[in-house]
């Protein structure tokens, strides 16, 4: 009786072990999901594991988990108590993990046990690489005008293994005017690069910072680019230059002639003559309007204006550049000490008119007195 039990223990324990070997070949891993692909040091992701019972028989699990390592914390693992897995049947056990500050390459490992003894064991391979995104500035003017506007262009590319997606660029400044106010790029693939155009008026001096954000799966991401607003004159920006000033009297007031030239690299457009206060601009030329001035061109204008009892009056000239932005530059005229306006009167001659036709009376009657006499 004894040989007997000992025979039937034997036989229940190789019946055990043989369904717990079943069990274990039956099920397998079908499938890894991992969110990010590659993660960034400090990144939360998440990792699923598929299995999927192969077999003709359902399958009692007692116990499922996912197990970190140094680098690797699982901060969620909800599938961890019994359940069954029915023939041909998958499941999908999915867990929240953060890495650390390390890159590399990781093995957090999958596990799951089987009612009545068996187990199986899946590592699960993550990918840590702290690159960010590429961003820089590949286009900017070598100096910024105040009220001018200038273009200011962003380069972005992704050094990535993995996708970045919600990539965006947004300019933050209290010195300029700049628009878009944003600009989305979306998604950017392994490789793959864009631009971000902004065009950008200074209207002061302080920095301009691109606020580069992108995500790497569920993580935010920020890449600060900050260049310094300090207005200046522009290189190659047009430069208009008065010479040969000369100023007359007219009736009522002065004339300016003299001659404009555009000293600078780029065209001058739109440009007029003309003076303001304290002198008043009168006809016929209380604006000039020369036009366009190429690099190197010139041209000559006239412009009259009123004003008394000064020494000094300000040439106003205003001109455009290819944007349409305008300028404005002031140069002073000297009025020459003595020069008087010519005084205007209403229906009449004017005193050196009639000074002239009496003098023109008394050469003609001396003539002929004259031609008279040598007849006698």
Known sequence: MRIYLILLVLCAALISTGAAADSSAQVTVTGVSIDPGVFMPWDTGTVQVTVQNTGTLPISLSAVRMTGEQNVEILTSPHTGSGMLGAGNSMTFTYTI?????????????????????????????????????????????????????????????????????????????????????????????????????????????????????????????????????????????????????????????RITGDVSNAGLESARSVVMTTKAPAAPIDPFRVYVVGTLDPDDFSSFEVTFAAKDLEEIPLVIRYRDGDGNLYEETVMATIRSGIQPVQEHDGGLSPMMIGIILLSVIIVAGALVYSRKKKR
Request: proline share 8%; no cysteine; net charge negative.
């Open 98 to 254: 953060r890495v650390r500050g390390e890159e590399g390459i990781f093995y957090p490992r999958f596990s799951m046990n089987f009612m009545g003894g068996g187990s199986l064991s899946e590592p699960v391979l993550l990918r840590v690489d702290r690159r960010p995104l590429d961003a820089g500035i590949s286009s900017r003017p070598d100096v910024f005008m105040e009220g001018r506007k200038e273009n200011v262009v962003v380069s972005l590319g992704n050094p990535r293994m993995n996708t970045i997606s919600s990539v965006s660029v947004t300019p933050v400044t209290g010195v300029a005017d700049v628009v878009p106010t944003t600009f989305f790029i979306g998604s950017l693939e392994p490789g793959e690069s864009r631009d971000a155009a902004f065009s950008v008026t200074p209207t002061g001096e302080g920095d301009l910072t691109f606020n580069v954000q992108y995500r790497n799966g569920q993580n935010t991401h920020t890449v600060p680019l900050t260049i310094p607003i300090t207005p200046g004159i522009a290189k190659k920006a047009a430069d208009p230059i008065v010479s040969n000033i000369e100023v007359t009297s007219v009736a009522g007031g002065y």
